[in-house]
């Protein structure tokens, strides 16, 4: 399983997202992902770039969401399968707060496309704004997304739990949503049939006429910085710069606390 290789980077991070390791007696158990039947496809998908035996059952059961529910069942029992993503970072048992990127070099957006096709979503909010999410407990896939989309979009977000669920809630919508699933999804690559569909059709959003137009994010220079201090003052400031006094108060504390670098 060389991560490097986008179909087995994708894979294991859908499998570390939707997959389940289990230990059994002695040297026994399984790995297992189990979606809803109309994917079945991805399971075939992984039974062929597994070069050990595994399985792909269906099964339909009542639920607490449905009368009926149709799902399929992929199922690898190999001790030597097993050792090698458990090596490559997939926790026998409960994992949602302990998974975290590989360690050894892996195709990133391959990776990132997994998790976000196992426990992400694509598409458009319901006022018609492309979107695109990532649910994670742990804090290292949290801030690995945002490391990898702010360099894809320029777009930085604060990596921080929701308080009602103690969950990270990673979100990216309108140009940057865009952005980041036209690389995310590229053509031919491995992914859910309907995500696909759904990233591609980002493409065709454009931003409605009268929209306050996208943000971006406006560099300080030195002569800027000349000014700001020589005026001490915020509001004055703000007049002569054409910025806010809430962004030269902000810069004015980064100038005199060291945090950004004085003038020449």
Known sequence: MDLTVPEYAYMFGFLQADGHLQQGVGQK???TV?????????????QKLTPYYSSVTERTRSTNFAETHSSA??????????????ELGLPYGRKSKTIAPPH???SRRDYLRG????????????????FVSLTTASTDIATHLCEYAREVTGAVRIVKRNTRDDIYNVFYAM????????DLYYPGCLSLERKRTAAV???????????????????????EDRILLELNSPKAAAEELGRTAQSCN???WRLRTGQAPRPS
């Open 29 to 31: 158990g399984k790995l």
């Open 34 to 46: 189990e979606l809803n039947a109309r994917d079945i496809a991805l399971l075939r998908t992984f």
């Open 73 to 86: 069942t992929w199922s690898l029992c190999s001790l030597e399968a097993r050792t090698k993503v458990n």
């Open 104 to 106: 050894s070099d892996f």
């Open 115 to 130: 998790l976000i096709d196992a426990d992400g979503s694509v598409g458009f909010t319901g006022k018609g704004f492309p």
């Open 175 to 182: 140009e940057n949503a865009q952005r980041l699933a036209a």
């Open 201 to 223: 059709s980002l493409a065709a959003w454009a931003r409605p006429h009268g929209m306050r137009t996208e943000y971006t994010q406006r560099r300080w220079t030195e002569q």
């Open 250 to 252: 902000l810069r004015l």
